[in-house]
């Protein structure tokens, strides 16, 4: 019980996507017209949102805690091996085209 309290306290205090992600105007895109997110400026990060068991979340977090890892690095492990593995499966990759930020001091 000491155990799941300490992760319930580790959980709380711990940010998913660190500090560098800080929401300002220039940092707000739109993913899709049902999901806005936030990204880095140079666009390798984004905070996202999802919805999960309860049962799942607690051992994510009791993973991380017990190894010695970040919640985000536990899960991004866990996307990258499914996409991975789906991808093996379908016997090609997935290529997700993005728009490049422009500078602004080439638009102004």
Known sequence: MATKRRIENIANDVDLTGAFLKKTEKD?????TKNPGITTPDGSWVRATFICSKELVDKIKFIAEEENFSIREVVEKSFSNTISRYEAKKGKKIVIKSKKRK?????I
């Open 28 to 32: 707000q895109t739109v993913n899709n």
């Open 103 to 107: 500078d602004i001091d080439s638009i």
